[in-house]
């Protein structure tokens, strides 16, 4: 069963460092008094993320203090049996609140996405470094050969980022605010960033 898994450091550091941002502060809310549980249900959420990466994208690790997950695949059979294993973990691991929370803002974003995002666009689904190694390079270091590799194949990359002071950092990596928009379940505004293959 998928809670008797171990839980990677990595996974313990996403949740750490992105345990603020809106969108996983609203998987969390059925646990929202005891902020234990909330950190080992986002570390779990993390770590599936990480194995969805890994059955249809790419995963950059740098040991324990950060992970860029990235969605590559074009393989819609493949893309859509590993969103139905994800589903079915994230049916096991949120509460139901937090669960109903994750569908309803992920169909709310996609509908959101602009139309200028090609089909063949890979997503950098997520993107973090523990707060220790902040501000040291190490984002950078874990996005360099995913981004050159899209380059080296002409693939746009996009993203999502609630976070106004990480648009700078994506910023200086080629990437530019393609829409601002408002989740309307957490109402708070994000970005999405498109990046140009160069």
Known sequence: MFKKD????VA?????????????????????????????????????????GRDIGQVRQADDDGCAVWIT??????????????LA???RLLGPVGFANYRS?????ERQLPPLIAESAWYLS???????????GLGGRLLASTLAEADSHGVMCYLETF???????YARLGFAT?????EPLTRAGYQVMVRAAR
């Open 163 to 169: 976070n106004p002071r990480s648009v700078p950092f």
């Open 73 to 86: 695949s074009r393989d819609t059979e493949r893309v859509r049996a590993a969103r139905e294993k994800k």
């Open 105 to 109: 803002m992920t169909a709310n974003m």
């Open 6 to 9: 171990p839980v990677s450091g």
């Open 89 to 91: 973990a994230l049916g």
């Open 126 to 136: 997520i993107m973090g470094v523990a707060r220790a190694r902040q501000g040291q």
């Open 178 to 182: 393609a829409k601002e928009a408002v």
């Open 12 to 52: 313990i550091s996403l949740a750490t460092a992105l345990g603020d941002d809106p969108f996983y502060r609203s998987l969390v809310v059925d646990d929202e008094d005891d902020a234990g549980t909330r950190l080992a249900v986002l570390a779990r959420y993390f770590e599936q993320s990480i194995r969805e």
